[in-house]
């Protein structure tokens, strides 16, 4: 048997292709949507997966008003940051961010869910997001996808 000829292919940064997906979070619960998207991006869904490599694709979130909380996380799901000062720490219920900023939501939860180095911070640079259903990407032909038919 020649075991040359099982050669393991790793992709690279010439021989990735990357696409432009187009997702809308329309009634979708919000960890459901973001681990489904944190896949895209990562590229799971690719034959050719490498795990230190950035083969995901470019998505475009419309619609990151209309995500769904199940229970009572409107009012209790509580985001924390720190200005850096004394007595510096905020905090921000998931329905005053709604509010102010909507796409913030899904960026945090999707961001949760990738890598915590370098490439995760490139991987995090090829999401999108938008409150309501406009974009700026139609130059790029968006393949629109519906998250249910993914794992």
């Known amino acids: 048997m020649d075991t040359l000829s099982y050669k393991t292919i790793s992709a690279n940064k010439s021989t990735v292709s990357k696409e432009w997906l187009l997702v809308d979070a329309e009634g979708q619960t919000l960890g459901r949507l973001a681990s489904k998207v944190a896949k895209l991006l990562r590229g799971k869904h690719k034959t050719n997966f490498t ?8 998505v475009i979130v419309i619609n990151a008003d209309k995500i769904n909380l199940s229970g009572n996380k409107w009012s209790e799901k509580v985001y924390q940051r720190y200005t850096g000062y004394p007595g510096g720490q905020r905090e921000t219920s998931a329905l005053e961010m709604l509010e102010k900023r909507p796409e913030r939501i899904v960026e945090k939860s999707i961001k949760g869910m990738l890598p915590k180095n370098r490439l995760g911070a490139d991987l995090f640079r090829n999401l999108k997001v938008y409150a309501g259903t406009e974009h700026g990407h139609e130059a790029q032909k968006p393949k629109a996808i519906n998250l249910n038919d993914y794992k």
Request: proline residues 12%.
């Open 51 to 58: 795990p230190h490599v950035d083969c995901g694709d470019n």
